[in-house]
């Protein structure tokens, strides 16, 4: 009896120190999978990478004995690429929290590879509002923005201003798709109509057939359901077309920064869009746009894409903090995220959903005039903002399974 119970209690001693020493693991490693090369690459790429180094020099654990260790890598826009990638990663680089990965194919792609790995994925450049609804998952937080969120701001924006008929221009692939859909149930809902529409490849540089069928359609708004290098290619066209001098208006349901910088004010003038972060918002985001911009190689400030890796990042490295460690459980990290408010200088107060959809602010804006522009990178006007409860959906009308109804 005495040997069993000495040996129960020897075992019972190094469980216990085991879970002594997993509680002061302090290393983590951060994955900034983007797209480094291609048409989404200014909106993250390297400036996302930035990003999550400023956020890990600024999260104070080094001061505290953390080991922070940051890696990039290129999905290159293609789905296998970036689960290949991010397999590497999590199997034999240890990484513990993947953010980024603009591409909502390549995000959904990765999403399921973070949750059976049980890492941790904070996605701040994928669109599609997938992520926290049919296909959630309780390894993801998604930052930022979403295809839901810019239909129910942008897009009845526009219908409840007169533009009730609609042709989209849509990328042909999952974000394309979704923010096709949730534009087009916003269009509907409020009386609208969509008389047509167009799918093109992701990466086109010639949009004159697109346009030419957009024109004939004689609709009012014609929806851009594209991002970076197509949206910028897009809008720049329709401008050669005089489509919007013959009296059609281009709604850009997604514009960044670096977007508008391409396209040049006397261009872009006009066009309403809405973002969730912008430099020049206040004190706060004008220190970090400042130091940002400064070790950035084109001396850009950040997108809202990277200002959410930033913000994210910060969010989870309080959690560990808060954890006492690190205990490489993705689910238990997420968790602890989840538990807690988020606060940052970037978006402000808010919280993570259940469903890991980060709710806060949303921004109505419009470019300025090349009269109106002040100062390099000065290209938006604040139109109106809209609060967080009432940007992004509903938990009530959430399909993903972590909700509880």
Known sequence: MKKKLSALLLGTALTLGGGVALAQDKTVKVGSLSDQ???????????????????????????????????????QNKPDVGVSIARQWLDVDKVDVIVDVPNSGVALAVNNVIKEKNAVYINSGAATSD???????????????????????TGQALVKAGGDTWFFLTADYAFGAALERDTTAVITANGGKVVGGVKHPLNTSDFSSFLLQAQSSKAKIIGLANAGGDTTNSIKQAAEFGIVKGGQKLAALLLFLTDVKAIGLETAQGLNFTETFYWDMNDDTRAFSKKFAGRMKNGAPPTMVQAGVYAGLLHYFKALDALGGNPHDGIKVVEKMKSMPTEDKLFGKGEIQPNGRTIHSAYLFEV?????????WDFYKLVGTVPGDQAFRPLAESKCPLVKK
Do not use: R
């Not at 390297?46 to 020099?57: D, F, H, V």
């Not at 104070?60 to 953390?66: E, I, M, R």
């Not at 926290?132 to 129910?152: E, G, K």
């Not at 300025?368 to 390099?376: D, R, T």
């Open 131 to 153: 992520l926290t609804n049919a296909q959630c998952s309780p390894n993801t937080v998604h930052w930022t923005y979403d295809t839901y969120m810019l239909a129910h701001t």
């Open 37 to 75: 090369s291609g048409l989404y690459a200014d909106l993250g790429g390297p400036g996302s990478t930035l990003a999550a180094q400023m956020a890990a020099e600024d999260s104070g654990l080094a001061a505290k004995g953390w080991k922070i260790d940051i890696v990039s890598g290129d999905h």
């Open 368 to 376: 300025k005039k090349p009269s109106e522009s002040k100062a390099p």
